[in-house]
């Protein structure tokens, strides 16, 4: 492998702007087409989406070499990685995880019946290759982002109420991670359904808003149990759009879902869904968003799946916990007797003294 590692161009296996493969078939025909997702698994590896590609997908499994070309979202500059193809997974954390992201897209798009992950196909990266140009200068990194954690954490660990940790939850992410919209949303065990019980940033609170368990982001995120983010909203819908309208040519009698309306904000360009989820029970869903591209990175999801975690067991805890016992004022000291004793004479003929 070259100098150049996964972890240095991380952005670019965001998500933001699909990635362009070429593959070959046995004959040697080449073939160049649109993927979806080129999705981080280690600083060796990358997993490719296996959806309806039928013609790459056959080169692969034919020919297991490809090459794909990725574009840094803020930069511009374009990478060339050099992959070889190892297997693909139809179940477990990578699966669901990009199974998880995509099917966000796709019900944001109302593709849902369309957009199905068959497999994540799981490649060794041999050598990535940059590719030359003038790519803009590359933003200052982050830092600081250990003390957002532990901030939150000595922040909820001093809550003793569930109105206190939803508050205190929100105070950190507007404070430490400036985030100006939130919510959090609990789940209904008997309905199956996710209503807000906090939020920040919006016209109007939404608490009591409803979600269904698969519908948008926060949906899928609570379905799945994984967390699901969108950096770029307008190029995934645009590019979910392009796929839809081919397939309406193709085949006008094809159903496909309404588009699903998001709560929140009107057209929201980074969301970031995280399951609230304890002892192996899902609770609910932390969920922020802002109208601006590629605002919340992986960095963003570690500290918000760890927040999450915690606040899981929090509320777990709270739930359990009895309530506090009415503090009762004690009762005022008898007055002290002074001065000489008097003594009284009680006739029991009369019950007088």
Known sequence: MSDLVLGAIRPCLEGAIPAMMATCAADGTPNVAYISQVYYVDEQRVALSFQFFNKTRQNILANPYASVLVLHPVTAGFFRLHLRYLRTETEGPLFEGMKAQLAGIASHSGMANVFRLLGSDVYEVQTIEAVAGEPLPAPPARCGMLQVVRRCSEQLSRCTTLDDLLNAALAVLTDSLAVRHAMVLMLDPLTQRLYTVASCGYATSGVGSEIEMGDGVIGVAARERTPVRIMHMTSAYLYSQAVRSSLRADTPGLAL??????????????????????????????????????????????????????????????QVSPEPAEVVPPAAPLPVAVGSPLQVRHFRANDSI
């Open 257 to 318: 879902d309404q588009d699903i309306p998001y709560p929140g904000l009107r057209e929201p360009h980074s969301q970031l869904a995280v399951p609230i989820v304890s002892v192996g029970r899902l609770l609910g869903v932390l969920f922020i968003e802002s109208p601006n591209d590629l605002q919340f990175n992986f960095e963003d999801e570690d500290v918000l799946v760890a927040m999450a975690g915690q606040l899981g067991a929090a509320i777990d805890l709270l």
